[in-house]
Structures are given as C-alpha cells and as structure tokens.
C-alpha cells in the first residue's frame, strides 16, 4: 500500500514539473459519469458512479460520489435445512447491490498539451473512502412440513450483523481534455468487501453465506465523461 501511495505521488510530481508553465484555464468544478467493472477475486460486478469535484486550488480540491454496484454470484441457489425447516436461497437472492457514497481528496496535475494547444492529457489521482450500509435484509421462502398440504408459503426475514462500512479507495485517471470536456480512463484499488453485509447471517448457528470468498482487495476498471466548469 505504502509503495502504491509513493507510485502515485511520483507520477503525479512528474506530471507537475513538466507542465507548470502551461496555460490552464481549467474551472474549479467538474462532474463526472462513470460506468466500470469491478473484481473481487473471481466475482465481477458492474458500477456507475455520479461525482463532483470541487477544486478551491488548481490542482488540489474535494470530491463526493454516489456510486451504485451489483455483483454477480456465478454460484447456482441451495436449500439450508434447520431441523424440520428448509429454507431456499435463489440464485437472484446470490446477487448483491451496494448504494456506497465516495468522499475523497482530488489532486490533478498541470495539462499536457498537444501541439495545438487547444486539448491535451491530465493525471488525477483520488484517495478517500467508500461509506456503505454495512447490514443487509434478505427475505427467502421457508418450506414447513405442513406446507405440501395446506399449499402455504411463508417468508423468513434475516439480517446481518457485525458488517463494515467504511472502506478506503483510491481511484486514478488518464484524462483527455479539449475545452470543457473530458473522458477518462481509470483505474481504482480498494479493500471493499462486496460480502461483508452477508458474511454474518446465520440460519441456528450456521452462516449462510460461510462458503462468501474473501480477499483482501477489489479491482475497478473503468471509464468516465466529466464536464469542468
């Protein structure tokens, strides 16, 4: 992590001394679209991410998002069995949705103009937090003895405990800029875990998630159209 942060400032001193003599006539606000793809280990999910960044000084400012992210489980739905009740998990119910919010610190280097001087490319690096309810609901069908003769179904509610919420996040992106405009490349390393609002619901004393892969990061890649001002 450490050589990570040391990588980005580098870059980020690089592209600063290379262009600080050029003309930058950049607003001190911008929002930003963003639609990527994200990995935590094997499990892909798909994001979008709605952003303003506030820039009080030319190269330093301030950023909120509210991005919205759906993994998607590869595994097939299970039964659980709890004495003479069964619960059915499906294979919908495997699919996680996170509503996070993504304050952060914004630093952007000086343009790198081409020869027309009228668009160039910029570096902008991110590092803040990602905040997310930690503690999920999921509601499945409980199968009772009784039900094959009566024709009922009835729903059992379960909830998680003990989740995390806070994550950090550091996001970067290759920008080209011509006039107000810019779309961007980026990429994004975090210590999100999509599983950590499951990871603790239990059916008696068995996790019913016990089987949720876990690592220590997830990978976002992804692409942005943002709008200074």
Not at 159 to 165: A, E, F, R, S, V
Not at 177 to 199: A, K
Request: proline fraction near 4%; include cysteine; glycine fraction near 8%.
């Amino acid at each position: 992590m450490t050589q990570y942060l040391y990588i980005v400032f580098f870059l980020f001193t690089c592209a600063t001394t290379l262009a600080q003599n050029a003309k930058d006539e950049r607003g001190h606000h911008t929002m930003m679209l963003t639609g990527g793809l994200s990995a935590y280990g094997s499990e892909p999910s798909y994001n979008i991410e709605i952003g303003y960044s506030w820039f009080p000084l030319k190269y330093v400012g301030a950023s909120i998002g509210v991005e919205i992210q759906k993994y998607m489980d590869s595994k097939n739905g299970f039964i659980l069995e709890d004495g003479n009740k069964k619960y059915e998990i499906t294979k919908d119910q495997l699919e996680i949705s996170h509503f996070s919010l993504t304050p952060a610190v914004s630093l952007r280097s000086p343009i790198l103009w081409f020869k027309n001087r009228n668009s160039g490319i910029t570096f902008q690096c991110d590092p803040g937090l990602m905040l997310t309810f930690p503690n999920q609901h999921l509601n499945v069908a409980e199968h009772r003895p009784e039900d094959s003769m009566t024709g009922t179904t009835h729903l059992k509610s379960f909830t998680n405990h003990g989740g995390k919420c806070v994550f950090w996040r550091i996001r970067n992106l290759l920008s080209f800029t011509d006039g107000n405009g810019q779309i961007s490349l980026g990429y994004s390393l975090s210590n999100f875990d999509p599983f950590s609002c499951r990871r603790n619901m239990t059916v008696g004393n068995r996790k019913i998630f016990q089987n949720s892969p876990k690592h220590n990061f997830s990978h976002t890649f992804f692409i942005a159209f943002g709008y200074n001002f």
